[in-house]
């Protein structure tokens, strides 16, 4: 049974940092696909960040590129998203999401339109 849990999120002021994780099981990081997610009160899912491992390209949304930074310790099955320079719109529900075998689609089209497996989310809220 494939599980994916999320954690890290907390309060933070903005301009400071989180680190947050997501802890993976069910499946081995060979042949998948990871993104992380975002939801933040009243608005539409928001795919941050996605890697596939099919094409080992890293996609960012631009509102977070430059500021986020996804890596996976495949050792662990974990993956994470370091988030700096953090602004009150970063505020949301952050989950990770993975596709695993046979998947198709490119990262960037992974983080538009979702991915298979969910987690459950963990809060972030940057305060101003």
């Known amino acids: 049974e494939v599980q994916l849990q999320a954690s890290g999120g907390g309060l933070v002021q903005a301009g400071g940092s989180l680190r947050l994780s997501c802890a993976a099981s069910?499946?081995?990081?060979?042949?998948?696909?990871i993104g992380w997610f975002r939801q933040a009160p009243g608005k539409e899912r928001e795919g941050i960040s996605c890697f596939g491992s099919h094409d080992g390209n890293t996609y960012y949304a631009d509102s977070v590129k430059g500021r986020f930074t996804m890596s996976r310790d495949n050792a662990k099955n974990t993956a994470y998203l370091q988030m700096n320079s953090l602004k009150p719109e970063d505020t949301a529900d952050y989950y990770c999401?993975?596709?695993?075998?046979?998947?198709?689609?490119?990262?960037?089209?992974?983080?538009?339109?979702?991915?298979?497996?969910w987690g459950r989310g963990t809060l972030v809220t940057v305060s101003s």
């Open positions: 069910g499946f081995t990081f060979d042949d998948y696909a």
């Open positions: 999401a993975a596709n695993i075998v046979g998947f198709s689609g490119s990262s960037m089209w992974m983080c538009k339109n979702g991915m298979d497996y």
